[in-house]
T-cell receptor
């Protein structure tokens, strides 16, 4: 199974600022995914990131708000831009390991004040 | 797109009892169905999965069944223990243009009372 390191694990940010979350995978993976999980809720897919192409965003999420980079097959970043308190949530990255199974980073707990 | 419904939202059992969580999906092209366990403050962890060419899969106290015709799948935990207490999520993944994309159910909070 893939091991995914995500950082920061938590942050408290001022509204109007941006935060970049990083995910590093210990092996090369084709697809990486970014999810948002609001307290007590399920996981909602923000976007799919493939190396060498623009990320594909789900309905309700836009690139200007959540720009994503995927510079190589082991790394991706998600930026939460111009933050407001409504962006307070847990953000999780995910990658597919062998057999197409998905594994998750430890998550970033974001609080916007 | 895919829609996954999960029930119940909360489940409370006594230690040693069985627990069953059910999910239905909408996209008949979905072919992979994982279950995740998420403890408080932790990442989701894969506990078992099943593919559409299999009807049932078991791993010790955990089993998953799949009914492709009815488009539903279930998680069965036998001999529950307090450490099974967590939130459980089902998910479905389709092939084709949605390759790799998981759609999650709403989650079930399982509480096992000693």
């Amino acid at each position: 199974s893939a091991v995914i390191s995500q950082k920061p694990s938590r942050d408290i940010c001022q509204r109007g600022t941006s935060l970049t979350i990083q995910c590093q995978v210990d092996s090369q993976v084709t697809m990486m995914f970014w999810y948002r999980q609001q307290p007590g809720q399920s996981l909602t897919l923000i976007a799919t990131a493939n190396q060498g192409s623009e990320a594909t965003y789900e309905s309700g999420f836009v690139i200007d708000k959540f720009p994503i980079s995927r510079p190589n097959l082991t790394f991706s970043t998600l930026t939460v831009s111009n933050m407001s308190p409504e962006d307070s949530s847990i953000y999780l990255c995910s990658a597919e390991g062998g057999r197409g199974t998905a594994f998750f980073g430890q998550g970033t707990r974001l609080t916007v004040v | 797109g895919e829609n996954v419904e999960q029930h119940p939202s909360t489940l409370s059992v006594q230690e040693g009892d069985s627990a069953v969580i059910k999910c239905t999906y909408s996209d008949s092209a979905s072919n992979y169905f994982p279950w995740y366990k998420q403890e408080l403050g932790k990442r989701p962890q894969l506990i078992i999965d099943i593919r559409s060419n299999v009807g049932e899969k078991k791993d010790q106290r955990i089993a998953v069944t799949l009914n492709k015709t009815a488009k539903h799948f279930s998680l069965h935990i036998t001999e529950t223990q307090p450490e099974d207490s967590a939130v459980y999520f089902c998910a479905a993944k389709a092939g084709g243009t949605s390759y790799g994309k998981l759609t999650f159910g709403q989650g079930t909070i399982l509480t096992v009372h000693p």
